[in-house]
């Protein structure tokens, strides 16, 4: 009986103590190793949740169990317990720059620390940088359809956006969308974003997309380098030169008129005392409308001098005309005769 | 001792050593299949900056071992064997899947009991992000077109002509979102259809969705025919 016993209970202990000793782990790694391997497996949450979201990493404040979308939370291999952010032994550090486009991880072991930095991947950066110029080259597209449309003159800054008179143009209405921020490309300093300048003539323009991996992107657009705008310029010019002339004999026929007195400079327009006199004012041949007073191509300078002098500057894509002179006066009265 | 006073000290020894041992087995499996866990996630790293570095194609089956290709400072160890953690179905190993495209995978890390499925894939913005660009792209195709008609007396190019050799540095040829390689005529997602009988032309882009809408001649664009353009 009692030798049964004894035998009974050996083979419980057996029965209990094999498989236990089968489960455990034939080669336990380091703490500092698993510690590595955690920090590992934590920098894998932090690229999943970046790519789920555009490449934008995750806060500081969501890198804490439960934080992230994961069932699943690395352990501090010293207690055991879900691995929380510190300073100390078994904790971590994580920090993303202000764009959210890299960050950087430390994990702190008995020791010494473990760094892994990540972020967007360059090749997406490079097919964002692509895809900003390409969608540059059709924003310089609607630009020069808009100059066409408007006599060779770019458009205004304010007019180069999607809500804009570019992007409002027949045949533009898609506006090409910023990649790394999926709304529509905008003149910023950011990038993917573009800016735009005119000269004041508005006869060439500049764009530039501001890109991740390369120094600006540079496209440029003149009137005078198409050979069809040119052309057109030029017979502009000469239609105003002309008009330069027709203003002139205006002044002069103001002064045979009055005495020899010059028209004021806020006579000289379609809606002044000159134009009163002259329904068939010039026209801007750039904007279809009467001409005015400025300094664009299509618009002239008038100031009146001394002594039937006056100066009239017509403005043109090629410089400037000068249509002023001396106007004539009147012939004098004759003088009383002689006795 | 009496026979019965040893039988109740030995039963007495057994239930101490089931109630110490049994639950710590039961601790140590749950502990190792944690750690064959957190290696799976280890090597879910691993595969995904992989992919993401690669326009999301992922590697090979051959290439998700020690070994293989994977850029991986530690290579997680089976703790079931202590050996190194390999392709397999015993417990500790891990069963890696490749899906269509080599945008998708699937990694499933097996346990003394079950397994731990891992996934991970193209994220679905970067799907329609694609589709937009290759839309955008497309648009900036038609462009050209109008100019090279511009520059030709109204007349479009020929298909053959659809290539950027043809059309020359001087225009920004868009290239595939899904390849980055120039966009070229094609059936693949992010290629395009074209053609012409000169006097008109359909232009189309392959998105996930199927063909896009065609694109033909610019009406607004129309009285420039005959005039150079830039």
Redesign the interface.
């Known amino acids: 009986?009692?030798r049964h016993?004894?035998a009974i209970?050996a083979v419980?202990?057996v029965a209990?103590?094999l498989?236990?000793a089968v489960?455990?782990?034939?080669?336990?790694?380091s703490p500092n190793?698993e510690m590595?391997?955690?920090i590992?497996?934590l920098?894998?949450?932090i690229?999943?949740a970046g790519?789920?979201r555009?490449f934008q990493y995750p806060s500081r404040a969501s890198v804490r169990p439960g934080g992230l979308d994961s069932t699943?939370w690395?352990?501090d291999p010293w207690t055991?317990a879900r691995l929380t952010p510190g300073s100390g032994r078994g904790h971590y550090q994580y920090s993303v720059t202000t764009n959210k486009r890299r960050y950087r991880l430390t994990g702190y072991l008995d020791g010494g620390v473990v760094t892994v930095r990540g972020g967007m991947?360059?090749?997406?950066k490079?097919?964002y940088d692509?895809?900003g110029?390409?969608?540059l080259?059709?924003i310089r597209?609607y630009i020069?359809?808009y100059a066409?449309a408007h006599g060779g003159r770019y458009p205004v800054g304010a007019d180069v956006a999607g809500d804009g008179a570019v992007g409002k143009?027949?045949?533009c209405g898609?506006w090409?969308?910023n990649?790394w921020d999926?709304a529509d490309m905008e003149k910023r300093s950011d990038r993917g974003s573009f800016s735009y300048t005119v000269s004041a003539d508005r006869s060439a323009y500049t764009l530039r997309l501001h890109r991740a991996l390369k120094s600006d992107y540079v496209q440029r657009?003149a009137a005078a380098?198409?050979?069809?705008?040119r052309l057109l310029a030029s017979l502009e010019d000469e239609i105003l030169r002309r008009s330069g002339r027709i203003l002139s004999g205006y002044v002069g026929q103001w002064s045979l008129q009055h005495g020899g007195e010059l028209p004021q400079t806020a006579d000289l327009t379609a809606g002044g005392a000159v134009g009163a006199a002259h329904p068939d004012w010039p026209q801007d041949p750039l904007t279809g409308s009467a001409m005015g007073q400025g300094t664009m191509p299509g618009a002239y300078t008038y100031i009146p001098g001394a002594a039937g002098a006056f100066t009239l500057t017509v403005h043109l894509h090629s410089g400037d005309f000068e249509a002023g002179g001396t106007a004539p006066a009147p012939a004098a009265a004759p003088g009383p005769s002689e006795p | 001792m009496t026979?019965r006073t040893?039988?109740l000290v030995?039963?007495l020894?057994?239930l101490l050593?089931?109630g110490a041992?049994?639950p710590?087995?039961a601790s140590?499996?749950s502990?190792?299949d944690?750690?064959v866990?957190?290696?799976g996630?280890?090597l879910?790293?691993y595969i995904?900056?992989y992919g993401?570095?690669?326009?999301f194609a992922y590697p090979p089956a051959k290439m998700v071992k020690k070994g293989g290709g994977l850029t991986a400072?530690?290579w997680?160890?089976n703790?079931?064997?202590?050996k190194v953690m390999a392709p397999g179905k015993s417990r500790g190993n891990y069963t890696y899947t490749l899906g269509a495209g080599d945008t998708s995978y699937r990694l499933v890390m097996h346990l003394?009991t079950g397994s731990y499925k891992l996934t991970?894939g193209m994220?679905r913005?970067l799907k329609s992000?694609r589709d937009?660009?290759s839309?955008?792209?497309l648009?900036?195709l038609q462009?050209y077109v109008e100019e090279y008609a511009a520059a030709h007396a109204g007349s479009y190019p020929a298909a053959a002509e659809m290539t950027p050799e043809a059309f020359g540095a001087g225009y920004?040829w868009?290239?595939n979102?899904r390849t980055?390689f120039p966009m070229a005529v094609g059936t693949g997602l992010g290629d395009f259809s074209y053609t012409s009988d000169g006097g008109g032309y359909t232009l189309k882009v392959k998105l996930t969705t199927g063909w896009s809408a065609a694109f033909g001649p610019?009406?607004?664009?129309g009285r420039?025919t005959g005039?150079?353009?830039?």
């Not at chain 1, 380098?225 to 705008?229: A, D, G, K, M, V």
């Not at chain 2, 005039?227 to 830039?230: E, F, H, M, Q």
């Open positions: 009986m009692l016993a004894i209970t419980a202990v209990i103590c498989p236990a489960a455990t782990p034939v080669q336990a790694a190793t590595r391997e955690s590992m497996a920098r894998g949450l690229d999943r790519a789920a555009y699943w690395p352990r055991g991947p360059r090749s997406m490079l097919a692509h895809r110029e390409e969608g080259n059709l597209h020069e359809q066409r143009q027949p045949g898609y090409p969308s990649p999926h657009g380098t198409n050979p069809w705008l | 026979r040893t039988i030995l039963s020894a057994v050593l089931a041992v049994l710590s087995r140590a499996v502990f190792v944690q750690q866990k957190a290696s996630l280890l879910q790293n995904n900056r993401q570095a690669r326009e400072p530690i997680p160890a703790p079931w064997t202590g003394s991970g994220p913005w992000e937009t660009a839309k955008q792209n648009l900036l462009r920004v868009p290239k979102p980055g610019i009406s607004v664009l420039l005039a150079p353009g830039d």
